[in-house]
């Protein structure tokens, strides 16, 4: 197939495809530059099957560049560019990439990086052949690094036809039309910016680019947005801003994800009447595993609804989540090969522990690898996670283990919201929680952390627990 900003090229040229701080662009404009770039890497040896790293934060030239190696059926390999250099330089180790473009502040750093903006000036032969403008749907496209809080990033290798596939699936039930328009909220090196880049380029909608400085409530409020992604911090903000009625007005869906959202948080965003969607994705996934219908009601969005295609997810013996089906990846790239960590069938064992209710909906209850043991019981932090964030006051909560003597661990929480007493909370949980889940400790949330991650890193908020009692620090009871 081609891609789809040449076909909506061809149909309807001044159709509006971007919305970005330097203009406006139309899908005739933005496939000229998407040519000019697919010319500029062939000139430099770019080819089928090369892996190619990016380093950069979302921008135009950024887009133009990643859609252009889609086209010459090469490999992207986006790096979180908020990271220091030493996580650029074991990312690249992970790979085999022989070139890195980035933005000029990361090139400065590697002297054979190219920038996006040197890619983007240069000229390009006019005596080359004709922009490449397909998509192979079954090759490697993409190659994008897990969060890693458990440790090494893993590089998922996913294909065309997986991103492709997960648009399609999910614009059946989150409806995109003509003048829509999705924020690109979420960053590109993240599957979900992915995933909101390829609805919009099937739907033939407009995504609007924001500032690189501007905060989430200056983009909504100046691009007109219609369609968001957002995780729960996220929205949580857009909620707190004093005019939010004005803010989400035009709003005609808020697809949720990263992480579980806390009860209170769904409660006042349902009784706005926005319209949510609350899902369950992964990297492997290419990002939607399951997601609630529209217009779903208050008890349905508790949970994380169901997969677009029967068939593609089931719950093993042990309770564990498997996936399936033409959105599932390809394996990962571990040294010089993917590897295909499936069973004959095709299954993928996620690592995420849920049920399937009698509706058909998914709820997920907790990941294997943050399981810990207290006094001999299992203790799954988002058990505990869930309990705080129906308490009064409470925005949202991590639990993390830290050693004890008689225990061999004890769970510490940070509660992130109104004032909050410590002994209010136990005494409260005492009637939700067995005596083994309740927290020892109650610790305010740290300045800056998860302020806009995907996924809690709950290694740092482990460290901090550690740090702030080891060190005999303040235990306030007054939680930001």
């Avoid at 369950?280 to 996934?285: L, V």
């Avoid at 294997?368 to 129906?390: H, K, S, W, Y």
């Avoid at 929680?433 to 998860?450: K, M, N, V």
């Amino acid at each position: 197939m081609n891609c789809p900003v040449f076909d909506w090229a061809q149909r309807e040229p001044e159709r509006l495809a971007l919305k970005t701080p330097e203009g406006l662009y139309t899908y005739g404009e933005w496939n000229r530059e998407i040519e000019h770039i697919v010319r500029a890497l062939a000139q430099r040896g770019v080819e089928a099957g090369q892996q190619v790293a990016l380093c950069g934060v979302a921008h135009r030239d950024y887009l133009n560049t990643l859609l252009a190696l889609f086209r010459l059926g090469a490999v992207a390999c986006p790096i979180n560019a908020a990271f220091p250099a030493t996580y650029r330089d074991e990312r690249l180790a992970q790979l085999e990439s022989t070139l890195l473009i980035a933005d000029e502040a990361w090139g400065e750093s590697i002297p054979t990086a190219i920038t996006f903006a040197a890619l983007a000036d240069g000229e390009s032969s006019a005596d080359m052949e004709p922009a490449a403008s397909g998509w192979q749907l079954a090759d490697a496209a993409a190659i994008i690094f897990t969060s890693g809080s458990t440790g090494t990033p893993k590089a998922a290798v996913l294909s065309l036809g997986n991103l492709y596939h997960n648009a399609r699936l999910s614009n059946e039930n989150i409806r995109l039309a003509s003048g829509d328009n999705w924020l690109l909220s979420l960053p590109l090196h993240h599957v979900a910016g992915l995933g909101i880049l390829f609805r919009s380029l099937i739907a033939g909608t407009t995504i609007t680019i924001p500032a690189e400085q501007a905060t989430l409530e200056e983009s909504v409020a100046r691009s007109g947005v219609t369609h968001y992604s957002l995780v729960a911090r996220q929205l949580a903000r857009l909620l707190d801003h004093p005019d939010s009625q004005t803010l989400l007005s035009g709003v005609k869906a808020i697809l949720l994800g990263g992480s579980a959202i806390p009860p209170g948080l769904l409660e006042r965003a349902h009784a706005q009447g926005l319209p949510l969607f609350t899902s369950y994705g992964m990297t492997e996934m290419a990002t939607q595993a399951t997601t609630t219908p529209a217009g779903a009601d208050r008890q349905t969005l508790v949970s994380s609804g169901r997969p677009p295609l029967e068939g593609a997810l089931r719950i093993s013996p042990d309770g564990i989540i498997e996936v399936n089906g033409p959105c599932r990846f390809l394996g990962y790239w571990s040294a010089g090969k993917i590897d295909r960590p499936f069973d004959s069938e095709g299954w993928f064992t996620t690592g995420d522990r849920g049920y399937i209710d009698d509706e058909g909906m998914l709820h997920v209850t907790g990941r294997i690898d943050n399981m810990f043991i207290a006094g001999g019981e299992n203790v799954q932090p988002e058990r505990i996670e869930a309990a705080l964030c129906t308490l009064p006051g409470v925005r949202q909560a991590v639990v993390v283990p830290i050693p004890h003597e008689s225990f061999g661990a004890t769970p510490v929480a940070f509660l992130e919201g109104t004032e909050v007493d410590d002994e209010s909370c136990r005494s409260q949980l005492e009637c939700l929680l067995p005596r083994h889940e309740i927290p020892g400790h109650f610790l305010p949330w740290p300045d800056g952390f998860a302020g806009g991650g995907m996924k809690i890193d709950r290694a740092a908020f482990q460290s901090e627990a550690l740090r702030v009692l080891s060190g005999h620090e303040s235990r306030s009871t007054r939680h930001r």
